[in-house]
């Protein structure tokens, strides 16, 4: 059974810093996996997409690796800015099903 | 706009009835999926949609549940005899799938909450 895991539950970093988000999953045999974005009461914002065939995807402040091999991905963000503030979620596909983790509350501090 | 969009965006009923929900997906896209959320989670996988066809349900998915998506199109999540465990917030996602590739895009939900 998929499990996916997303360590730490909870993020507060100055204003400026880059920082790292983890996400983990036991079973290596994905599709893709996707990083989403979700602010208070509101639906997910697709942030990120990676193919089990790649290894990483960046957009603007946002890089994302994948290591299926060891069943990791990690979200980048660099120069964190007060409007990240958001719970962040990754989720991984095998056929028709997607897992999501928990998510991870960041809070950038102004 | 031409996001999904999903209606009521709020739902309180009362225990024993019956409620359903509607969502439009973004209109060219051919996948169709419903997710719940509790607070502190994250989204679980009820069901989805390839066109009309309902092609995956969860075990999560219980017989008071249905869903339907009759012309491909919008979709209904009709829950019967709710109760108060019922009380989440419902997604809609929905995607284009073409030469393997996938994107979901979702909707910004509905609340329910069962008194």
């Known amino acids: 059974k998929q499990e996916v895991t997303q360590i730490p539950a909870a993020l507060s970093v100055p204003e400026g810093e880059n920082l790292v988000l983890n996400c983990s999953f036991t079973?290596?045999?994905?599709?893709?996996l996707q990083w989403f974005r979700q602010d208070p009461g509101k639906g997910l914002t697709s942030l990120l997409l990676i193919q089990s065939s790649q290894r990483e995807q960046t957009s603007g402040r946002l890089n994302a690796s994948l290591d299926k091999s060891s069943g990791r991905s990690t979200l980048y963000i660099a120069a964190s800015q007060p409007g990240d503030s958001a719970t962040y979620l990754c989720a991984v596909r095998r056929d028709d099903k997607i897992i999501f983790g928990k998510g991870t509350r960041l809070h950038i501090l102004p | 706009d031409t996001g999904v969009s999903q209606d009521p965006r709020h739902k309180i009923t009362k225990r024993g009835q019956n409620v359903t929900f509607r969502c439009d997906p973004i209109?060219?896209?051919?996948?169709l999926y419903w997710y719940r959320q509790t607070l502190g989670q994250g989204p679980e996988f009820l069901t989805y949609?390839?066109?009309?066809?309902?092609?995956?349900k969860s075990r999560l998915l219980s017989d008071r549940f249905s869903a339907e998506r009759p012309k491909g199109s919008f979709s209904t999540l009709e829950i019967q005899r709710t109760e108060q465990g019922d009380s989440a917030m419902y997604l809609c996602a929905s995607s284009l799938e073409q030469d393997g590739k996938e994107t979901q895009y979702f909707g910004p939900g509905t609340r329910l909450l069962v008194l």
């Open positions: 949609f390839q066109n009309e066809a309902q092609l995956e």
């Open positions: 209109s060219e896209h051919n996948r």
């Open positions: 079973d290596s045999a994905i599709y893709n």
